[in-house]
């Protein structure tokens, strides 16, 4: 059985730093892309970074510089750094495993930036 479970979320001050987990299970993991998304309540779901199989990564224009995509193939996980948080980072984050036209989607994880 397919399982992404994301945490690390929380509530954290502007300009504050938070790094999710990914842990991810019921597939082989290496061959899958590895991304995160973020959903803010009144938006579409919008992409945050991605991490391909040969370690190939992309970043939103809104959090390059301030966030980092990485995975450990080893432990089947994939993690997101998040740096210099604004409120504008306020989301639900969820992880999610691609290979082709199959897509998996994790629970997601809470991001909460405010003073």
């Known amino acids: 059985q397919v399982q992404l479970v994301e945490s690390g979320g929380g509530l954290v001050q502007p300009g504050g730093s938070l790094r999710l987990s990914c842990a991810a299970s019921?597939?082989?993991?290496?061959?899958?892309?590895m991304s995160w998304y973020r959903h803010i309540p009144g938006k579409e779901r919008e992409f945050v970074a991605s991490?391909?199989?040969?370690?190939?990564?992309n970043y939103a224009n809104s959090v390059k510089g301030r966030f980092t995509i990485s995975r450990d193939n080893a432990e089947n996980t994939v993690y997101l750094q998040m740096n210099s948080l604004e409120p504008e980072d306020t989301a639900l984050y969820y992880c999610?495993?691609?290979?082709?036209?199959?897509?998996?989607w994790g629970q997601g994880t809470q991001v909460t930036v405010s003073s």
């Open positions: 991490s391909g199989t040969l370690g190939r990564t």
């Open positions: 019921g597939f082989t993991f290496s061959v899958y892309a």
């Open positions: 999610s495993a691609t290979q082709g036209s199959r897509r998996y």
